[in-house]
């Protein structure tokens, strides 16, 4: 019999019918039409952005003046951002800086690592992801700045809001419809970045 992860859901059929290439895609449009989080001419950076329907949606968000770049290990068939196809852990904010042009308004990260079942082990595998978009986010956000990202539940969760909260004037644990009840991601939408925490003066 079809568990819930196999059954057709009318997210899948949406996304189908409406031409993306993931039901991903609602997930990123409840939180934005709560919390509007991308902006018309934007500049906006999207870690884990395979198959593309989350850079889709932000390339139609921002507009033609704004920017959207990509990353992942493979790129999406989409045109109107720029990809790099390799790892988030080897793709620096300087780089990330260049192709956007300028400070970023946003930051979105939906990266997960493949999934085994073993919950803890994908947590802290998936964590890690997060904490290094939130370090993207911290070097590339212009104050105010907005940062979206994927969590899946576990022991460190409530530390990295506890991280985030550092650097954002406001930080909420968001659940979109979208997500899949079975589920145990969630997603942190933070706001207001407080800028780049100055370093300390070397010796
Ligand atoms: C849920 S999918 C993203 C779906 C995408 N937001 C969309 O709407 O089409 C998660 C993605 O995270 C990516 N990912 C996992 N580890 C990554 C890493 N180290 N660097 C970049 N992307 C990574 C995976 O390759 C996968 O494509």
Redesign the pocket.
């Known amino acids: 019999m079809a568990n819930s992860y196999q059954k057709r859901d009318k997210y899948t059929a949406k996304a189908k019918a409406e031409g993306y290439?993931?039901r991903?895609?609602y997930k990123?449009e409840q939180i934005d039409k709560k919390h509007p989080v991308i902006q018309r001419g934007g500049r906006v950076v999207?870690?884990?952005?395979?198959?593309?329907?989350?850079?889709r949606y932000a390339i139609q968000k921002v507009g033609r003046k704004g920017t959207v770049v990509g990353?992942?290990?493979?790129a999406?068939k989409v045109s109107g951002a720029t990809f790099f196809e390799?790892?988030?852990?080897d793709v620096s904010p300087e780089q990330l800086l260049e192709v956007l042009g300028g400070p970023a308004n946003t930051v979105l990260s939906?990266?997960?690592?493949p999934t085994t079942g073993d919950k803890a082990g994908d947590h802290y595998r998936q964590i890690e992801?997060a904490r290094?978009a939130l370090y993207v986010a911290a070097e590339l956000l212009e104050p105010g700045g907005t940062f979206v990202c994927?969590v899946f539940e576990g022991g460190d969760a409530q530390d990295f809001v506890l991280e985030a909260r550092v650097l954002f004037k406001t930080v909420k644990r968001v659940r979109p419809d979208a997500v899949r009840k079975v589920s145990r991601e969630w997603f942190l939408v933070a706001t207001g970045f407080k800028g780049k925490p100055v370093e300390p003066p070397s010796e």
């Open positions: 290439e993931a991903s895609i990123l999207d870690l884990g952005c395979y198959p593309g329907s989350w850079t990353v992942d290990f493979t999406p390799a790892s988030a852990l939906d990266m997960a690592p992801l290094r994927k």
